[in-house]
């Protein structure tokens, strides 16, 4: 099936463990899944493997205990493509919905200066990339992380064109 040809979104939903060991795995599944089903280039399909990446990540460490699990989901519809990470809420650093966005809010300001080795994640890498990010609390306790990304409507505040810019200022 060309992915042009698509009737009815793709929907895939894993469950992961709380362990890094698999996510070699789900960055493999990740890029093939965009090469080979979605409209995005070569490019973005490196990129989505980062967000995955970061997404997934930010769940094991902080979102879910060891011994749970962690959810995610691709729905691609033809027009964007929406990837979805959810965590139980067990992890050890706690974080609600609004705690997040006010995070990735104050880390995107061209003036914050993160002064620490880790931290830029979902500030410099997931919302760059994304046309969407929104953080939602989930009943079990835990939070529910959705990145889309429009296939034809490019977010680009540098007035590049997306596949022109190549590199992410990580400060």
């Known amino acids: 099936m060309a992915p042009q040809d698509i009737q009815q979104p793709i929907k895939i939903m894993l469950t992961l463990p709380t362990q890094a060991y698999f996510m070699s795995g789900v960055r493999d599944f990740t890029l093939g899944l965009i090469k080979n089903t979605t409209q995005f280039g070569d490019m973005w399909a490196f990129r989505f493997q980062s967000i995955v990446d970061e997404l997934c990540n930010n769940a094991i460490e902080f979102g879910s205990a060891p011994g749970k699990d962690i959810k995610l989901e691709f729905l691609y519809d033809g ?93």
């Open 79 to 171: 027009k964007s493509l929406e990837i979805t990470v959810e965590d139980t809420g067990t992890g050890k650093n706690k974080t609600t919905a609004k705690e997040l966005t006010a995070i990735v809010e104050e880390r995107k300001k061209p003036t914050y200066v993160n002064k620490e080795i880790r931290g830029r994640g979902l500030s410099k890498i997931v919302a760059n990339w994304t046309d969407e990010l929104k953080f939602e609390d989930t009943q079990a306790g835990g939070v529910k992380v959705t990145a889309k990304k429009y296939l034809n409507q490019e977010k680009n505040p540098t007035g590049l064109q997306m596949e022109e810019k190549t590199h992410i200022v990580l400060q």
